[in-house]
Each structure stands twice: as C-alpha cells, then as structure tokens.
C-alpha cells in the first residue's frame, strides 16, 4: 500500500494560514505588469494605467494574464496602492516615464480640507467579484493596499520621493498632525481591505515599501503600531482572512515587526539573509520571498542556484516563494518560466 501525501486544494491560502507544504507556493508581486506583451496590448487599448484600472474587466483579464502563462499559486488584484489618496479626495495621475502625481500635496494641505470620494473604489470591488468568477479553482486570490506609512509618503510629497523626506520631516514636527493623516489613511484602507474581502479575496497583504526609511521610533509609531490596529481589526471583522505584512527594508527591525504586529505572514525584501531571518522570526510565522528581482532578469546558471538558496533556507517553516520586490519590466518571460520549473522541482 502506498501512503498519498494530502495535497492541499490552495497550496497558497493553506501555508499563510501555517501549513508548511512540501513545494512551496509561488507567485510574484507585480507578476501583471509590463513585462507581459499581452498587458501592454491591453494598456495601449485603454490608453493608460489608471483606465487599465477603472475598467473592471479589463483589470481582471489583467490580473489572470499571468496565470495563464506561468500557472501561479496566486492571483493578486489589478490595482494600485494609490487608489487610497485618490478616494480620500487627492487628485491623481501618472507623468509618463516619470511616476505617480498627487494634488494637492499635504505639505500644502490639511487631509481633512480634502473631498472625500470613496466612491472611486467601487471599480476595484467590481474586479474582485470578475476575477473571483474566473479563477481556477487551485489557485489563491490575494487583495491589497499599501501600509499607511507608505501611503502617506506620496500624499504628502505628491509623488514619489528620495529617502521620503519631506514626510519624515513633517512626522517629526508636528506628530499630531501626521497622526491625523495616518488615522485617515488607515480608516479608508481598513474600509478598502474589508471591501475586497467581501467582494472574493481570500488574504490581503500591506505593502510597506518605504519602511526603510525611518529611524526605530518613527518605525514603531507609523509602521508597526498601524499595521498592528489593522491587522487586529481585519481579524477581529473577518477571522480566518490572513494579513501579509511587506515592510521593505526594515532589516534588522523584522522580528520586532513580527511580534508586534500581529500579521499572518511576513514578506522578506532581497536584502534580507533568508538564514539569518530563519532565525530570528517566531517559530512557524509563514514567510515570503525573497529572490533577488534582478537575479531573475539574470538568469541562466546564476538564477538557479539564487531559487535553491532562497528554498533551501526555511527546512521546517511555511514559505511562500516570491521575489524580494516586484517584478521589473525588461525580465525576460523565459526567466520566468525556468524560476517556475525550479521552484516546483
Ligand atoms: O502586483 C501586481 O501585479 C498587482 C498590481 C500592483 C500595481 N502596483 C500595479 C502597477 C501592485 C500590488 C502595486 C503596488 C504599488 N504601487 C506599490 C507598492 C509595491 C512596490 O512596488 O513597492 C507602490 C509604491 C505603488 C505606486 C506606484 N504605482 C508607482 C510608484 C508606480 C509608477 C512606477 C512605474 O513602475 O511606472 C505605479 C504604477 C503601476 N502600478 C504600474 C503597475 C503595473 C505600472 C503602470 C504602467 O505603466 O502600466
């Protein structure tokens, strides 16, 4: 007789709620993107992100493209983490070659002089319920937002900005104010999170891209303590759900991240030694990551032996194999499919 190894239905759902599976699951930020032929044809046919966006057809068959192609365990939303400024009333654009604009900037304004506008969401609620009809049955639907912090740094400096200092200056000077924006900031997304939950997504994960950039206290008071309320929030309102938290580049301040916030599962950047957050991070805390995104534009011999350190450093805990950040868009599409043969064995 031979013992059948049980082989989870979501591979991907199951080890963010702790399972260890025997291949990890796979998928990649921003694995929809303009790396893929067939979403620049889509984008070049609406005429731009943000059409891409609002259009929630469109925006789903985005967010399947690259399950067609590379066979994901996870599906993660067509959107972006700047929906939230623009439904807090922020105007928002995107200056070709150059990123994301926002008016009027909060050095300039006060949040609560802005016109609320929640109402700009409702097409991403719409590609969930899409998507959610579409996808295989196999296969995780992960929703999203950026982290508060994160957040803030582009409404405050109306773009994107170096060593986001324009927001650590205004934290530092007048934290009740910042505070206020935060609060704001957090309301909208833990209203944006329960939303996408109940339109079909089945874990939602913060992406803290510019965690890096602040001394310890500022990371405890605009990183860890609002991630922790929304986290607690979201599993005090829809239990089961599991929370990833990204913060990128907080290096040596992960375990404190860990412990004090509460999330499910914590993504790791490529800066980060897999051996060494092993180590320090709670026993049986899912881990994300963390290929190096530019090893994958690498490729070839070097790619390989990147993907067999990454799997080899989590021998007993829940990983989710991922890049350390998103994907960038002249990877080639072969790359992608060698790191998805390695990764599955
Ligand atoms: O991962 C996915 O496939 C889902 C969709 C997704 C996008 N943005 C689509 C997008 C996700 C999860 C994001 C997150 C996001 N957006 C972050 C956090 C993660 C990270 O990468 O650090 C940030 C900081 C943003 C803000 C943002 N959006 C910037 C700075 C830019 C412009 C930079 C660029 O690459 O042009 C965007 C645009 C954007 N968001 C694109 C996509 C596919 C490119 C738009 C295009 O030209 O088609």
Redesign the pocket.
Known sequence: MTLSVPISPKPLLSTLLGQRQERPPLW???????YLPE?RAL?AEKG??LQ?VHDSAAAAEV?VQ?LRRFGFDGA???????VIPHALGQDLW?EAGE??RLAPPLVDAAVDALTRAPERLDPVYETVRQVAAMLPPGVTFLG?A?SPW?VAT?MVAGQ?SKEQAATRRFAHADPAAFGALIAAIEAATFTYLLGQIDAGVEAV?L?D??AGSLSPQQFEAWVIAPTARLAAKLHAARPGVPVIGFP?GAGGKLAAYARETGVDAIGLDETVDPVWANGVLPVGLPVQGNLDPLLLIAGGEALDAGVDRVLAAFPDRPHVFNLG??IQ?DTPIAHVERLVGRVRG
């Open positions: 990649l930020m921003r694995q929809a993107g303009r979403y984008r731009g992100f891409l967010t690259p993660i939303l067509f959107s972006d983490i700047l995107f990123g994301p999203f950026g994160t582009y994107g994960q992406f891209s510019w990128k950040h998103g868009q």
